[in-house]
């Protein structure tokens, strides 16, 4: 009964499972440390479970790695992280509500602001918790979303926050909406309008730091890199521009892992899966690895992924369902039931990358690992 399962948690066999390197995670806040300029410090971002690699044990990693502080984009993330005991500046980039600016207020993590009555309501609520608000400032230089387009605005919420003495102005801040498409002229006008920006608020605000790269910014030009650095795609080994992040010397920290859970013959002309999308062409040998879009393994996939085996790539045959993919062993494979199968990461001297998962799908890198679903249990191993 039963076969050798190798996808292991504490010796429970799993189906399937993300192992997560936590020294990769260090090795690529070092990297990104040393392609800051002079004294800029690195912010980990580490929203969305950590994009998806579990956001507590990866936030330690950053840390190791050199980064100062953490980035959310919830107040139940940064609510989350001081309830694992970090101590270290939080900021929450997120727009919040009323409710979840106070607890975010109670955290002690810092906000971002843009209008007046948030501003009024965070002074209130920092007043009642008796500890001073830190807040940012952003200004909309082109993105197009969270913030104020208006510079005047801008200066007005700084004044009214630095006038509080419930409040503290920590930092300006705005976000880039083209740095990973290099050559663009949005990029540098947007950069043009922060630096006006800054330099007029550090003017009568000297102590307020500025921050506005993140991963893609702080490779594309050093001028974005102000005071601070908030990098998350990079921070997990993936590469900010789509690419291979071995050209860049980030290291991957995730592979997607599971295994052999059947194996079978099949006749040319039998189907695989629902719908029947993939027919053996010849007699061939079909393996099936138990995990699919109800793990987020996209069915987007369908025919059109491949996976390592045995050392060697193997293509998806057929529709991926919820719980099962199968894929094409041919006709003499030699593999066994129980052995592993890797969907993201190496075997052998084969590997496959997330940006690669990712063009299959017509998506970026973020969305792949972000999108893997809780049923994936992450397993973190130092080294
Ligand atoms: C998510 C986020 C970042 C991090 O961006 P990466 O491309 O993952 O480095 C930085 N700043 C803001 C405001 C964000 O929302």
């Not at 190798?6 to 799993?14: K, S």
């Not at 936590?22 to 440390?33: V, Y």
């Not at 392609?35 to 044990?57: E, N, Q, R």
Request: glycine share 12%; proline share 6%.
């Amino acid at each position: 009964m039963g076969h050798p399962c190798p996808v292991q948690i504490a010796d429970v066999p799993v189906r399937a499972l993300a192992r997560v390197r936590t020294g990769a995670i260090e090795a690529n806040c070092a990297l990104l440390r040393s392609k800051l300029s002079g004294d800029t410090a690195l912010c980990a971002v580490v929203k969305a479970d950590g994009y998806g690699h579990g956001m507590v044990p990866c936030a330690g990693a950053a840390l190791a790695g050199g980064a100062s502080c953490l980035a959310v984009a919830t107040a139940a993330e940064a609510v989350e992280l001081r309830a694992a005991g970090f101590e270290v500046p939080i900021l929450v980039q997120g727009a919040l509500t009323r409710i979840e600016a106070r607890a975010a207020v109670e955290a002690g993590a810092d906000v971002v602001a843009w209008r007046e009555g948030f501003v009024r309501a965070v002074a209130a609520d920092a007043g009642a918790a008796a500890v001073p608000a830190r807040v940012h400032v952003k200004l909309d230089t082109g993105m197009g979303r969270l913030g104020t387009a208006d510079p005047v605005e801008a200066r007005a919420i700084c004044d009214l926050v630095a006038g509080d003495a419930r409040l503290e102005l920590v930092g300006l801040m705005t976000h880039f909406a083209t740095a990973d498409e290099r050559g663009d002229d949005h990029f540098p006008a947007q950069l043009e309008r922060f630096r006006a920006f800054v330099d007029e608020i550090t003017a009568v605000h000297p102590r307020v730091i500025a921050h506005a790269a993140n991963s893609a910014a702080v490779f594309r030009d050093p001028a974005a890199h102000f005071d601070l650095a908030r990098c998350g795609i990079a921070v997990y080994g993936l590469d900010p521009f789509g690419e291979d992040p071995a050209a860049r010397g980030l290291e991957p920290a995730l592979a997607l892992e599971s295994h052999l859970a059947a194996l079978k013959r099949f006749e040319p002309g039998w189907s695989a899966g629902y719908g029947r999308t993939w027919r053996a062409e010849r007699p061939t040998w079909v393996g099936i690895v138990p995990l699919g879009y109800g793990d987020g393994w996209r069915r987007g996939l369908s025919n059109r992924a491949d996976v390592l085996v045995g050392g060697r790539r193997r293509p998806l045959a057929g529709t991926v369902s919820m719980d099962n993919v199968a894929v094409e062993l041919g006709p003499d494979p030699g593999d066994r039931v129980g052995d592993p199968v890797v969907l993201i990461g190496a075997q052998g001297d084969q590997r496959i990358l997330c940006e690669e998962v990712a063009q299959r799908l017509g998506t970026i890198n973020y969305e792949v690992t972000c999108g893997l679903l809780p049923r994936i249990p992450r397993l973190h191993e130092a080294g």
